[in-house]
């Protein structure tokens, strides 16, 4: 039997929600039917994982996440790469890997191209030339390929409105989720655990967050807060948790593999970004059967609505610290929107419903 070839293209060899996802859609794929490969930078623990997963990696370093003359010199040898081994189906993730991956596997006569948008690399922030040229870019790339998945309907129907992509390559598949898990309740009964696992940079607006729970830490000293994660802002994070005498109620224990065994600590789980696709450690809280807070942004509001948290408006921190202090007493309460947590997942945002997504997609 002649396997179909398929290959995934990453930017970063991380192992953040982008990467993870891709290896869930990888790791439901029949290997008597498939052959899988996945092209990104060399080193870093997802190459050791698609290793371990008997993936074949193959690595290109000329990529760079910043627009650069090496991005010519990594077009050209995606082109050899996608003539070398004529793979079946190009499936590309985020912005650059998706505009040169594109563009170099439609010359090179592939059959099938999809491109996941994980967010576009425009936001609300985004300068207005900013926006006008990677607008451009992103309609332009949508004609080399057959598919572009969005991972929250609220880009994929601008994305239609403002003709980036047309409505028949269109499609919305949510991220999803493991549920099968048994939700073990929090070992922490002394104090009400608020708790959130990110990237420490500007998307995820840590510095206002962290501002937040430094002011609700002052409020009330039954709340204590854990930060999971690192980035660009971890040092300027510590030092504010540092000044404000607050380490033993503000914990930052950095980047960890285990982040759901973190969650038995959590009463709440807190993600007050300023812009997202559809964010995958919200996605886990739910599954664990966690209340959510979060910023009333696109991605976040297909995710959480009063029947499992509260949204706030990104440019409202003093309501956040309001509504964070105003949860304290409602154990009820954040149990009802728990366990709606977990049924939505369930109903919307189930692992085998993404999973199925996909395979259509590919044998459709």
């Not at 092209?39 to 996440?65: A, C, F």
């Not at 404000?244 to 503000?250: K, N």
């Not at 009463?267 to 599954?287: Q, R, T």
Request: aromatic share 12%.
């Amino acid at each position: 039997m002649i396997k179909i070839k398929i290959v995934h293209i990453q930017l970063l060899p991380l192992l953040s929600g982008v990467q993870n996802m891709m290896l869930s859609i990888l790791s439901s794929l029949d290997p008597d039917k498939y052959d899988i490969y996945v092209i990104s930078k060399s080193g870093g623990p997802m190459v050791d994982k698609v290793i371990e997963l008997g993936y074949t990696h193959i690595p290109l370093n000329s990529l760079r996440r910043n627009i650069s003359f090496m991005d010519v010199v990594a077009f050209a040898s995606l082109f050899k790469i996608f003539k070398k081994y004529k793979f079946d189906i190009v499936h590309t993730h985020s912005s650059k890997t998706g505009f040169i991956g594109r563009i170099a596997a439609r010359l090179a006569n592939t059959p099938k191209i999809i491109h996941t948008v994980h967010g576009f690399p425009f936001h609300p922030y985004s300068k207005k030339i900013v926006k006008v040229i990677y607008t451009f870019l992103e309609k332009f790339a949508a004609h080399f390929c057959d598919f572009v998945v969005f991972v929250n309907n609220s880009e994929r129907q601008m994305a239609i409105k403002e003709k980036i992509v047309s409505e028949k390559k269109a499609v919305t598949i949510y991220n999803g989720i493991d549920y099968s898990e048994q939700v073990i309740k929090k070992q922490d009964k002394q104090n009400f655990v608020i708790g959130s696992c990110l990237r420490f940079w500007e998307q995820k607006n840590i510095i206002a967050t962290v501002d937040v729970a430094v002011k609700v830490c002052h409020e009330n000293e039954f709340v204590k807060f854990i930060f999971i994660g690192d980035g660009s802002l971890f040092s300027e994070v510590k030092e504010m948790v540092c000044n404000a005498g607050l380490e033993e109620r503000i914990l930052l224990p950095g980047w960890q593999n285990n982040v759901t065994e973190w969650f038995k600590e959590f009463d709440l789980f807190l993600l007050y970004s300023k812009w997202e696709g559809l964010p995958i450690s919200i996605l886990e809280a739910m599954a664990y059967g966690l209340p959510i807070v979060a910023s009333d942004i696109k991605g976040n509001n297909e995710l959480v609505s009063s029947d499992n948290g509260v949204l706030v408006s990104v440019d409202e921190p003093a309501k956040l610290k309001d509504v964070l202090l105003e949860l304290y007493n409602k154990s009820d309460l954040l149990d009802t929107w728990g366990g709606n947590s977990r049924k939505l997942i369930r109903e919307k945002f189930a692992l085998s419903d993404f999973i199925n997504n996909y395979l259509y997609l590919y044998e459709k």
